[in-house]
């Protein structure tokens, strides 16, 4: 399964810069007028993780495989979007597309980078792409509900709860609160809710981009945002393009230092990939043996055959079981005949519910 975060904001705030550091590559032009990035840019980032080289260290794998996310550089958007101003209808399709939004934020202050309103105002921002995209819904939604409720009242079982879910979710918008704050009943509703593709559903991380100095401290800027963040129960993180650009361009045995001089412990990366994680309620489980140690994304909750269905789908349909060894017991036994010995192997059927961190060997038979 594929994870895909839609990088957003206003034209130069560093959006696309960051999308360079994030992705190591120069697949977007980074430059200072609006709409630089006009088709989106995707970028496959493989996550960090440290558990995994200590995997591949035990069992002397020749490979190591990260789980991948994959970043979305999208077009920046204007005052106006959702009636189809500057980029409008392709920015807005192109958020569609995503699992969640990852929303950059000027947050330093530049007399050389111009400000597409002349200010810098990070939470202003964040409410002109956030009206946008809460109009563009009302739009979708003051359509669908009247059909559905007509649907309904005629008897209609999947209208009943089109228009319970959808009509929840207009009356928040009405409200000036994004759609992400409906609350579902139950599992039908959260079906119908994650079908209708509401652009204002989908979780967000604000990514305030501050300058170097700023990088370990944040601003004022940085600090308004965070409290936005959680009023709303969205995520925060404070980064500096800049520096993941430097970074980016460094060899990897000079960036620790590099990022300790600055009073940093990990790169901006790190803290989006956690927080994206967060966001997206997953976890991560294993796959090891001598050709590979491999790092694997599933939701939180999945069962042991939706972790199978993950590597191939062959693998969920003829799943038997799986041999599952906890990562700290893994490591401290060294390596799975270690774990066996001292019964920490353990064999798990199909209501197992995978845990992060889960060494897993699947049996399977089609």
Same mark, same amino acid.
């Given at each position: 399964m594929g994870f895909k975060c839609g990088i957003v904001g206003l034209p130069n705030v560093g959006k696309s810069t960051l999308f360079n550091a994030l992705t190591e590559t120069q697949a977007a032009q980074a430059a200072n007028f609006p709409f630089c990035?006009?088709?989106?840019?995707?970028?496959?980032?493989?996550?960090?993780?440290?558990?995994?080289?200590?995997?591949?260290?035990?069992?002397?794998?020749?490979?190591?495989?990260?789980?991948?996310?994959?970043?979305?550089?999208?077009?920046?958007?204007v005052k106006g979007a959702s009636s189809g101003e500057g980029l409008g209808n392709q920015f807005l399709a192109n958020i569609r597309e995503v699992d969640a939004i990852v929303h950059v934020l000027r947050c330093f202050e530049d007399d050389d980078i111009t400000h597409v309103d002349g200010r810098v105002d990070p939470v202003a921002d964040a409410e002109v792409v956030e009206t946008e995209l809460m109009l563009a819904d009302v739009e979708s939604l003051e359509r669908r509900v009247p059909a559905a409720e007509k649907k309904a009242a005629q008897g209609d079982k999947e209208a009943k709860i089109q228009a319970s879910v959808l009509g929840q979710a207009l009356k928040l918008l009405l409200d000036g609160k994004p759609a992400r704050l409906t609350e579902p009943k139950d599992i039908e509703e959260a079906r119908v809710l994650k079908q209708a593709q509401l652009l204002t559903a989908k979780p967000v991380l604000y990514v305030c981009n501050v300058g170097e100095e700023e990088a370990a401290t944040g601003n004022a800027y940085s600090e308004a945002v965070a409290k936005k963040a959680e009023a709303e129960g969205a995520l925060s993180v404070v980064i500096s393009a800049a520096i993941e650009a430097e970074i980016s361009q460094m060899d990897p045995a000079d960036r620790a230092d590099f990022l300790s001089d600055l009073g940093l412990s990990e790169t901006g990366l790190s803290r989006i990939i956690r927080a994206g994680y967060s966001l997206l309620d997953l976890i991560t489980f294993f796959t090891v043996g001598p050709k590979e140690a491999r790092a694997w994304t599933t939701p939180k909750g999945a069962t042991a055959p939706n972790a199978a269905g993950e590597i191939h789908t062959d693998f969920e349909k003829g799943f038997i079981r799986a041999e599952t060894?906890?990562? +700290?017991?893994? @490591?401290?036994?060294?390596?799975?005949?270690?774990?066996?010995?001292?019964?920490?192997?353990?064999?798990?059927?199909?209501?197992?519910?995978?845990? +992060?961190?889960? @060494?897993?060997?699947?049996?399977?038979?089609v």
């Open positions: 990035t006009i088709e989106p840019n995707v970028g496959q980032v493989g996550v960090p993780d440290p558990r995994l080289d200590k995997l591949a260290e035990i069992a002397k794998s020749a490979k190591i495989i990260p789980t991948q996310l994959a970043f979305v550089d999208i077009a920046g958007l060894t906890a990562y +700290d017991d893994f @490591v401290a036994c060294g390596g799975e005949t270690g774990a066996k010995e001292a019964g920490k192997l353990r064999l798990e059927g199909k209501e197992y519910l995978v845990r +992060d961190g889960d @060494v897993m060997h699947f049996r399977f038979n």
